[in-house]
């Protein structure tokens, strides 16, 4: 079982004045095409390395886990991989592009967002008002949801009792010692309204007294806007599901084509072979 216990929300923005309010991308060769074009600053201010791992993280776009089978030389992936060719190819490339600005933004974000950067009131925004939308995917609408906690139980006739012991603890329990100090949504229902309404320390923490208990509540404002609250509930699906094997043979052709060994349809072949041979073994 795949038991994320918190999450956060990946987001992009990008001012109002560039994309309107809700940007339509029909795939990913149109999200690169449209930033090639109006924000040159998005790729050069990206490690090329980096940016690939965008795609890593979203392997299920490439991989149909009812049939087990890839499908790494489709367009789209072939678009990402040459979407790398825009970014900094290492970190003096980098740096050198540092004084470029870009108007397009990826971000994480644990708690909501701050009402002074989408606020419609000109008096509250830090900046230009901005929209925020999701990179285009052909399996998903909503927004994609990242976390480091990767804890699971093995299902087996040896062990189901424990199993279901942890999956019990694992979910129930106000494991403030491990989630006080992150910024992470919880996924539990009652915590997230405890957290939205302000009340999470008197309905969890009934013991806690500041400055006296070994636990820190979680440093979560209120989440009140209902903005914030619409970008949290949108989220339909969790990247990273794919690691170890796949991951690997996915960093080691793209890493081939990034120095010129191979090209990218090469790369996509190689990538699209290996995978599905791994594939075919592991089912």
């Avoid at 795609?55 to 990402?80: G, K, Q, R, Y």
């Avoid at 080691?252 to 996509?268: K, M, N, S």
Wanted: aromatic letters at 16%; a negative charge.
């Amino acid at each position: 079982y795949y038991l994320p216990r918190g999450f956060t929300v990946q987001y992009c923005t990008a001012a109002k004045s560039l994309v309107g309010d809700a940007p339509t991308f029909e795939n990913f060769n149109d999200f690169v095409a449209f930033v090639g074009e109006k924000d040159s600053a998005f790729f050069k201010t990206q490690l090329q390395s980096i940016w690939f791992q965008h795609a890593m993280s979203s392997a299920s776009e490439w991989i149909n886990a009812e049939d087990n089978t890839a499908h790494f030389t489709d367009e789209s992936f072939l678009a990402f991989l040459r979407s790398c060719d825009l970014c900094a190819k290492d970190e003096d490339e980098l740096n050198a592009n540092f004084s470029q600005t870009p108007q397009i933004a990826m971000y994480s974000a644990g708690e909501g967002l701050s009402s002074s950067f989408y606020s419609d009131n000109p008096m509250d925004l830090v900046g230009d008002p901005q929209t925020i939308f999701t990179l285009p995917s052909a399996l998903y609408d909503g927004y994609g949801a990242r976390t480091p906690y990767f804890l699971g139980a093995i299902v087996g006739k040896n062990n189901q009792n424990g199993a279901k012991t942890f999956v019990e603890f694992f979910l129930t329990q106000t494991l403030i010692t491990d989630f006080g100090m992150t910024t992470f949504i919880t996924i539990r229902q009652d915590e997230y309204d405890a957290i939205r309404n302000g009340t999470y320390i008197e309905t969890f923490l009934p013991d806690f007294i500041p400055g006296e208990s070994p636990y820190m509540p979680p440093n979560w404002d209120p989440i009140t806007d209902e903005k914030s609250n619409t970008l949290i509930t949108g989220v339909d699906h969790f990247l990273d599901g794919y690691y170890g094997d796949v991951q690997n043979i996915m960093l080691e052709e793209a890493g081939r084509y990034f120095v010129g060994d191979i090209t990218a349809e090469q790369a996509a072949e190689f990538i699209q072979n290996r995978i599905s041979l791994y594939l075919a073994e592991r089912n």
